[in-house]
């Protein structure tokens, strides 16, 4: 960074606002915060504590518009008039990520994907926790990565990156990246055009050179199109649950195999997490931790004790016989499908939400196969209602939590699975997935 620039404005002020603007005043910026919506009560009192300077429910779009930079909050779309306005002026735009890596020296592996990230994020961090390496979580989960990088030494990080996180990177660069696959998600933010929300998820390759490593899901067909345009300079490490890879990994029904600085074995049955959607995420955080030559003791130890993310197929309770699993977390088609492929007994599905442009055809089949009824949560329930009507017998709409877990109950029997896996937003009846399954839990734990 130049000595000149001093005067920044970070707009949202969540975990990544506050957490850059902490990183920012440490560095010497003189720094405004500004969120249009309530800032909530912790996040004030630590801009309070911090002395920073910040307004809510409000933008004052002239004092914005003087920043030398601004960090953007992944939540605000490009289209959002004081967006196109500081664009216009040149004003350059940044994510809290990149503005985060300025200051890091420490070694980074991104994941990014349309499902499977959290999960792999996760494990992969946990792997190296127990491997002893100093390292920090951050990007989509956990802690704030300025925020870190300001209070913190780690020597690495595990960044969870979302495609608008990676739209407002422009220089940082991931030591070893991994694109678990590509679904069409958030084609909302992309004009409705799948190119671009592509191009979106490969920006996690940008300025890698031939040391790094890319890992990625060699069965998808999407990156594989993408990969055969584009000319990459870091090592590749496919894993398929297809075909067998020389570097890389693979998984069949019986062993999961990693071929990276000498083989790595293990039996699938071994693994904590169940289904073929987790096999790859086991890969991918597996190929990922021989790569950095982690003991393979630890990496098989890891792939046997993990515990799985909340909201992600998270197991609530078993009342009279019936499950109860709470996948808020699928906010997609692609997430939901990979949740009604691991149900092995007849499903009562809780689907919807705010859609985001969403093709449910796709999940036809697996309903017709799996699903016995659904309930559909949602304040727009339209096309649900239209794609499904002919594939289950019951369908019926609820307009809470509270609700849907009484249909749940009702349409159950014993030895059946009543399972929340939206495919879309949350946004129409609750704050967020996390308020969505938790309000989900809190209604299974009271009947």
């Known amino acids: 960074m130049d000595g000149t620039t001093k005067y920044i404005a970070i707009l949202g002020a969540g975990e990544s606002g506050v957490g850059a603007a902490i990183l920012a005043k440490k560095m010497g910026w003189n720094v405004f915060v500004s969120d249009f919506g309530k800032i909530k009560d912790a996040f004030k009192t630590e801009l309070i504590e911090n002395q920073l300077e910040w307004e809510e429910e409000n933008h004052s779009e002239e004092r914005i518009l003087q920043a030398d930079l601004v960090i953007k909050s992944p939540g605000i779309p490009e289209k959002a008039p004081l967006i196109l306005k500081l664009r216009e002026r040149g004003v350059k735009i940044i994510s809290e990520i990149e503005f985060a890596s300025y200051y890091s020296n420490a070694k980074t592996i991104c994941i990014t994907g349309s499902n499977g990230k959290t999960t792999t994020t996760m494990l992969l961090y946990h792997i190296l926790k127990k491997a002893k390496l100093n390292v920090g979580l951050a990007g989509n989960v956990g802690k704030s990565y300025a925020k870190q990088v300001a ?217 017709k196969d799996k699903v016995k009824a659904i309930i559909c949560l949602g304040l727009d329930n339209q096309k649900l209602l239209e794609t499904f009507s002919g594939a289950v017998e019951t369908i019926v709409e609820a307009r809470s939590a509270m609700e849907a877990v009484a249909y749940g109950y009702r349409l159950a029997k014993k030895d059946e699975t009543v399972l929340l896996s939206p495919a879309c937003a949350s946004f129409d009846l609750f704050d967020n997935y996390e308020d969505r399954g938790n309000q989900f839990k809190e209604a299974v734990r009271s009947l």
């Open 151 to 367: 209070e913190n030494t780690f020597d690495w990080y595990v960044l969870e990156l979302s495609s608008f996180q990676l739209d407002d990177m422009h220089t940082f660069k991931a030591d070893i990246a991994i694109l678990t696959n590509i679904s069409p998600d958030h084609l909302d933010r992309y004009a409705y055009n799948m190119q671009n929300y592509v191009d979106s998820k490969f920006r996690i390759l940008q300025n890698q050179t031939e040391n790094d490593w890319f890992i990625y899901n060699y069965d998808d067909p999407i990156i594989q199109a993408e990969i055969a345009k584009k000319s990459i300079s870091a090592k590749l490490a496919p894993f398929s649950l297809k075909e067998e890879m020389k570097i890389g990994g693979h998984a069949n029904k019986e062993q999961l195999t990693i071929n990276i600085n000498e083989q790595f074995t293990m039996s699938i049955h071994d693994l904590a997490l169940k289904g073929r959607h987790n096999a790859q995420n086991s890969l991918a955080s597996g190929i990922a931790s021989r790569i950095l030559e982690i003991r393979k003791e630890v990496v098989r130890e890891s792939l046997e004790d993990f515990v799985n993310v909340e909201h992600r197929l998270e197991f609530v309770a078993k009342v009279h016989g019936i499950e109860f699993i709470n996948d808020s977390k699928a906010t997609n088609v692609n997430s939901t499908w990979y949740a009604l492929e691991t149900m092995d007994k007849p499903t009562v599905w809780i689907v919807g939400g705010v859609d985001k442009g969403n093709d449910y055809s796709e999940l036809l089949d697996l309903v």
